[in-house]
């Protein structure tokens, strides 16, 4: 399907100068040249991202009408967009990265994997993760100081790659496949000759799928409790026989949808706690009254102000800027026509910080969550950092888990503070992070 569809008649912007000072603006200022877009052209424009003509949805009943399932939006065609090309073997008919499947199959393909993602699978995810950030906590400690946004980043990695794959070596050979096959959606141009990107994008993607084949058998005969042992167990279930090409897919969309998402959360947590020390200090001052030692899945989720901090960092410095859509047949949104085939972004991150839903939407106030305040309560969609409808975030409540499991761990040990003082920026890097760095300074307790 032609992302080429005539959509001249609504407000906004094409053509290659847009194309490059729209793709430019993302990745430097992030939600705020997002929010400037929007004050320009209205709640429903036109845009190039990368190349690709999009339409940009940021009014918050639209966001919710274009998350219907009702066949006329499809999510597999809009990340096939990005992804197509790069593996010959898409199967968006059967078993595949639950982003290219649609409607029966994508419930088929999520039956199979929730229960890796259920209640006690995340606690033993969360048994699992704890010790690894102890020991990374206790170096930095020793040395008195991290480069928080390079180390979280590999240290989700090597937690990833023990609970998801149940091995302890080879995060950064996986780290470093996934950060090539990511290249690819934002290649300039798919040609094997010409983009650099797009080979190390093709070359990344037949290294994850050889990695991955390679440990089915063994997984399977493991009976371990990381996720692809519970997949590989789950997948020879007769009434959920699924091809290990078709498990590979799986693995894979499942890993890549994972990448970098909770890392860029933390690290804009960690900026605003820096800045921020009298929530770092409520913070600790939580997690130290319900233990100063080592704390379950169950225990966690006492950790009310850890949430609300945690929240705010993504309303904030939003992670995932959109939900991808395009319109299997002619519709309306509003007042705008929207052809068959169009590409829609469902804005999430522009609704996270209007003023209509949102008081003084550019504070960090995590007091805004309080039961009493409940401002995401005031529109469905004003707080959907995970997505909405059957494509939610599989992974939301692993992610909260590791967050909580990660600051426990480290309040509870140190405070920290920045090395060089500055005013970070939103940037999209493709995930939502803060500018900089992030060095700090950490002192024992
Ligand atoms: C803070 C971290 C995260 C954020 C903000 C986030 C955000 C999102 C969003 C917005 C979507 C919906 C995309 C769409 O509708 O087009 C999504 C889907 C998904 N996420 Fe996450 N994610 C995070 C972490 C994770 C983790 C840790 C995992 C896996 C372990 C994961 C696995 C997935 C999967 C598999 C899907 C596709 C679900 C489906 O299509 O049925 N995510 N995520």
């Not at 407000?11 to 490059?20: C, F, K, L, N, S």
């Not at 010790?131 to 990695?157: T, Y």
Request: charged share 25%; hydrophobic share 40%.
């Amino acid at each position: 399907m032609p992302t080429s569809v005539d959509i001249a008649h609504l407000p906004g912007e094409g053509g290659p100068i847009a194309a490059v000072r729209n793709t430019l603006g993302w990745m430097t200022h992030g939600i705020d040249h997002l929010l400037a877009q929007h004050r320009r052209f209205g709640p429903v424009y036109r845009s190039v991202f990368a190349g690709y003509q999009v339409v940009c949805v940021a009014d918050p009943d639209l966001v919710l009408s274009i998350a219907r399932e009702d066949e006329t939006w499809s999510t597999s065609l809009a990340w096939l967009t990005f992804f197509q090309g790069i593996d010959a073997k898409i199967n968006a008919a059967k078993m595949d990265s639950p982003l290219f499947l649609d409607f029966k199959p994508h419930r088929d393909a999520r039956k199979v994997f929730q229960p890796a993602f259920g209640h006690s699978a995340t606690a033993s995810y969360f048994d699992a993760a704890t010790p690894i950030f102890e020991q990374a906590i206790e170096r930095w400690m020793a040395r008195g100081h991290v480069s928080f946004k390079d180390e979280i980043r590999s240290l989700m990695m090597k937690v990833s790659t023990r609970i998801f794959l149940g091995v302890d070596d080879e995060a950064a050979a996986f780290e470093k496949a996934l950060i090539d096959y990511w290249e690819g959606p934002l290649s300039l141009t798919r040609s094997k000759l010409l983009s650099p990107s797009w080979r190390r994008s093709i070359r990344g993607h037949a290294v994850l799928c050889e990695m991955l084949r390679s440990r089915i058998s063994a997984r399977r005969a493991s009976g371990g409790d990381d996720l692809f042992s519970r997949l590989c167990a789950k997948t020879q279930e007769p009434e959920t026989l699924v091809d290990d090409d078709g498990l590979v897919r799986l693995m894979i969309g499942i890993k890549s949808a994972a990448f970098a998402t909770t890392s860029s959360g933390l690290t804009s947590m960690a900026y605003l706690l820096a800045t921020h020390p009298e929530w770092q200090e409520r913070m600790r001052a939580e997690a130290i009254a319900l233990s100063k030692g080592r704390i379950n899945y169950e225990q966690s989720n006492q950790l009310e102000v850890t949430s609300r901090v945690w929240k705010e960092a993504m309303r904030l410095y939003p992670i995932a800027p959109y939900t991808a859509r395009r319109a299997l047949h002619d519709t309306q949104l509003g007042q705008w026509r929207i052809p068959a085939g169009t590409f829609v972004m469902g804005m999430i991150s522009a609704v996270l910080r209007d003023s209509n839903l949102w008081s003084n939407p550019d504070r960090f106030d995590p007091d805004r969550f309080t039961p009493e305040r409940a401002e995401d309560k005031r529109h469905k969609a004003a707080f959907l950092p995970f997505g909405i409808g059957g494509h939610t975030c599989t992974g939301m409540h692993l992610a909260n888990a590791e967050v909580k499991a990660f600051w426990h761990a480290l309040l509870t040990r140190c405070r920290f503070t920045l090395e060089r003082d500055y005013k970070a920026r939103h940037t999209y890097m493709p995930a939502g992070i803060v500018s900089g760095d992030v060095k700090l300074r950490i002192e024992r307790l």
